[in-house]
């Protein structure tokens, strides 16, 4: 036999390489890829989307986290087609909570823009009992990753958690629309609208100009 390369081998190599690459890709993305309608995580498209809205704010990737049975946080994202990206992040330390707050200067549906104001605080003792009130309410871990209401343009609203080790997103198109009692978003918006609240961010999202929350 000669002393070329097999084909056979050369393809096994290729595809382990191809694998090798795919999962630090995945490793490196900010959210899971749901391999099926109504599985964890969001669509490739999503995930890239929001992705660089995140990467641009130096947000980590929650996934990471579950790595740390004790970690506890959640963050919310909301990316309106013609408005400002938005990000509220807490993290639970003892009994006490921090808040980080993010915006960027572009459009969530375009280019989201850079950086434009970033606040880190520590929310009282009374503002933590009543976060986590909120948190214990939304039962945010049995929530569905979507529903029905999907359309296009209108903001989109990513909620992530990570708690006792596990990791869950849930992705709502204008929450704050469609008859939010109807599509039993009543607590999840309690939860966001509080986050905005103590972000202090001198902008509440908008879309075209309109107050979302």
Not at 99 to 128: F, H, M, N, T, V
């Amino acid at each position: 036999m000669s002393g070329g390369r097999n084909p056979v081998k050369n393809i096994i190599l290729i595809s382990a390489l191809w694998c090798t690459t795919a999962l630090a890709f995945a490793d490196d993305s900010y959210f899971p890829i749901k391999t099926k309608a109504g599985g964890e995580g969001v669509s490739e498209f999503e995930s890239n989307w929001y992705g660089k809205a995140l990467e641009r704010m130096n947000e980590p990737r929650l996934p990471g986290f579950t790595k740390d049975v004790n970690a506890d946080i959640y963050r919310i994202m909301i990316l309106p087609t013609w408005g400002n990206p938005i990000v509220v992040r807490v993290q639970r330390h003892g009994e006490l909570y921090s808040l980080s707050s993010r915006r960027l200067d572009g459009q969530g549906g375009y280019d989201p823009g850079k950086l434009a104001e970033s606040k880190d605080i520590e929310l009282s003792a009374d503002e933590s009992k009543s976060l986590a009130v909120l948190i214990q309410n939304l039962n945010f871990f049995q929530l569905p990753a979507e529903d029905r209401v999907r359309g296009f343009d209108g903001d989109q609203w990513i909620v992530e958690g990570v708690s006792q080790g596990k990791y869950h997103v849930a992705v709502r198109w204008c929450a704050n629309s469609y008859d939010p009692e109807k599509r039993k978003l009543t607590t999840f918006l309690a939860l966001c609208r509080f986050l905005l609240n103590k972000s202090t961010l001198s902008e509440r999202p908008t879309n075209k100009g309109h107050k979302l929350i």
